[in-house]
Nanobody, 126 residues
């Protein structure tokens, strides 16, 4: 089992920045692909960003490309999401997710991930 805990959410003005963190505990962290998803009220959970176990491959939703950066530090069992130039439409609960398989072939899909955190709220005011 893997436990994931997100932190770093909050209220920020449009144009501002936040850095989300996701700490993992339990089984060996370094073999997992990791992702960030978000869910706004009344909407489906959607992919934001993903990163391979080595960190050499990253994936982004078109809506955040160029503004968000995903990274990981396996020595700290932590994945990060640096969010810059935030917009009101980025407001959502952000979830961290982990893929236990060695084949991280569908990083943009919910079904790729086996473990989920509880989420952290990000609110961007206009």
């Amino acid at each position: 089992q893997v436990q994931l805990v997100e932190s770093g959410g909050g209220l920020v003005q449009a144009g501002g920045s936040l850095r989300l963190s996701c700490g993992a505990s339990g089984r060996t962290f370094s073999i997992y692909g990791m992702g960030w998803f978000r869910q706004a009220p009344g909407k489906e959970r959607q992919f934001v960003a993903g990163i391979s176990w080595s960190g050499s491959s990253t994936y982004y939703a078109d809506s955040v490309k160029g503004r968000f950066t995903i990274s990981r530090d396996n020595s700290k069992n932590t994945v990060y999401l640096q969010m810059n130039s935030l917009k009101p439409e980025d407001t959502a609960v952000y979830y961290c997710a982990a893929d236990r398989g060695l084949d991280y072939s569908n990083p943009r899909e919910l079904y790729e991930y086996d473990y989920w955190g509880q989420g952290t709220q990000v609110t961007v005011s206009s």
